[in-house]
């Protein structure tokens, strides 16, 4: 369900429409041999084990009213 707290809810899934584009898949332009496949293999990796430092969730502080804050720095 898309709700607020939900992070796809303002920008939706992050896919890529090659066809778009064009005729061809991106892959068919690199060689199999390429060291770029395994770069972006590794890479691919990498994001995957850095996506959880980045996820938020509703651990998170919630903004504080404006007027709220006005008062609570008044008093300090």
Avoid: C, W, Y
């Avoid at 992050?14 to 005729?23: H, P």
């Avoid at 996820?55 to 009213?65: F, V």
């Amino acid at each position: 369900m898309k709700t607020p707290s939900n992070p796809t809810f303002m920008r939706g899934a992050d896919t890529f429409t090659e066809s778009l584009f064009t005729i061809r898949r991106l892959d068919d332009f690199v060689p199999k041999s390429h060291p770029l496949r395994s770069i972006r293999a590794m890479a691919n990796q990498a994001l995957v084990k850095m996506d959880r430092l980045f996820a938020h969730g509703d651990h998170r502080r919630q903004p504080g009213q404006p007027g709220r804050l006005a008062r609570h720095q008044r008093r300090t």
